[in-house]
């Protein structure tokens, strides 16, 4: 009989503003010490993450979406450190891990590592040594004082995961430990990501909660200027015009058109990180779009993208992008369990990996993700703006008038940090998908 519940949770944050300090703990040489591993992971979690899309894309259907891949499948990584038999080999299909355990753990700490060390001005401006922008992860695991974990459990998610065991009394006092993981949670997101864990999440069964936590921000290489926004009319996925405020700038940026809609990638200073945005020819092509959206085709898509100067003459891009901000919220056990991994929430799961025995199944797996796009960047406005005052070549529109899909992304390694789509800039949240946990485990 399972008697103990597991709460399972994490947190996804990307903020678009001005930069600031970051400290840096990882350094580049050890992230790219095994890149043919790192490759295979990287295209296992776009897999995954593209995945995870269409199921939400069609939960969510004409409503803004957002999530972090990056965060889902780092967290569920840590807890299949501990899964073992049919529970396993489920969550390594569901989450394309090809590697062998070993491997995969070392290339997430190595892929960790890579993303969240950020290039600094200071081979470029000596004056300068603050990074371009802040990128930064966290994870805690919240047990239960006087539940046994397995020492080897405990040391991967110390060694590869930087997490350490944080002892707390779901028995005694549930709600303060639910206080305390929320108050853990808005701290590493700067107060963005409130109340994650809701009441009547955790309970005296809780045995233990799995926290991550990711929070970007930064600033668009090429800035846009805020005297040049103004309301123009967008057209939502259900045909209804709004006026919404929409940026506009003129310069060359990476682009290209493909199979019925155009692709733009906007970079962050460093240009380590970017903005991708696919955006249909009319309003009726983003579920031809979405349908067509595999790995393959992505990477076919990005790769094709082509910088102004490849071109036969500079050709500038004029961009019109609206402001926005949204708020998406996500209960995923459903989701997780039709993708192919229900036997991780039923009395089938086997997570004997994390305390010796096997009477542990997740109970909830929630993800809370936000982004707010802008025009901020004025330093870096000023760094690069010289490029693009070079007379008046011929240029190219993409107005993001209509629903768009769009990503951000760590370019050298290729992981998909964050991904989402715009129906309606004006709606900042949606409703929370929300699966009862009831419905999904039999109970002795």
Request: hydrophobic residues 40%; aromatic residues 12%.
């Amino acid at each position: 009989m399972k008697f103990s519940l597991v709460g399972f949770f994490f947190v996804a944050f990307s903020a678009i503003a001005s930069w600031v300090h970051l400290r840096p703990t990882f350094s580049q040489e050890t992230a790219i010490e095994k890149p043919a591993e790192i490759n295979q992971l990287v295209e296992g979690n776009s897999a995954f993450a593209l995945d995870l899309y269409d199921r939400l894309r069609q939960e969510k259907a004409n409503e803004n979406l957002f999530f972090s891949p990056y965060s889902i499948s780092t967290a569920l990584a840590m807890t299949y450190g501990g899964a073992r038999g049919e529970t396993e080999l489920e969550m390594a299909r569901v989450l394309h891990f090809s590697l062998d355990r070993n491997s995969l753990h070392a290339s997430f700490a190595q892929l960790i590592a890579a993303v969240e060390t950020p290039p600094t001005p200071a081979n470029h401006f000596r004056d300068r040594q603050d990074p371009f922008y802040q990128l930064s992860t966290a994870n805690r695991l919240w047990g239960q004082q006087g539940e046994s974990f397995e020492p080897q459990f405990l040391n991967l998610l110390e060694q590869y995961y930087d997490s350490g065991l944080e002892t707390v009394d779901f028995i005694g006092d549930t709600v303060a430990c639910r206080h305390q993981i929320n108050a853990w949670v808005a701290q590493q997101t700067q107060d963005k990501i409130q109340d994650l864990i809701g009441k009547d999440i955790l309970n005296e069964q809780t045995r233990f909660v799995l926290t991550n936590a990711i929070y970007f921000q930064g600033d668009w290489l090429v800035p846009f200027d805020p005297e040049r926004t103004q309301n123009e009319t967008f057209t939502t996925a259900s045909g209804a015009e709004i006026e919404v405020p929409m940026m506009y700038q003129k310069d060359y940026f990476d682009y290209t058109q493909v199979e019925g809609w155009q692709v733009l990638e906007l970079p962050y200073r460093g240009e380590t990180l970017s903005m991708v945005v696919l955006l249909p020819d009319t309003t009726e092509d983003l579920e031809t779009l979405e349908q067509r959206f595999t790995p393959e085709r992505l990477q076919e898509w990005l790769s094709s993208v082509t910088s102004p100067v490849k071109f036969d003459e500079l050709v500038q891009i004029q961009v019109w992008l609206p402001k926005f901000k949204v708020t998406s919220e996500f209960e995923l056990n459903q989701i997780l369990s039709m993708m192919g991994m229900p036997s991780a929430f039923g009395d089938r799961s086997d997570f004997s990996g994390i305390n010796g025995q096997n009477d542990l199944f997740l109970t909830h797996v929630i993800h809370k993700a936000f982004v707010e796009v802008n025009e901020t960047g004025t330093e870096a406005a000023a760094a690069t703006a010289i490029g693009a005052s070079r007379g008046s070549p011929p240029s190219i529109e993409f107005r993001a008038n209509r629903p768009f899909v769009f990503l951000i992304r760590h370019r050298d390694s290729g992981t998909i940090l964050f991904l989402g789509r715009v129906v309606n800039p004006l709606e900042s949240s949606s409703e929370p998908i929300d699966t009862p946990a009831e419905s999904l485990r039999e109970r002795n």
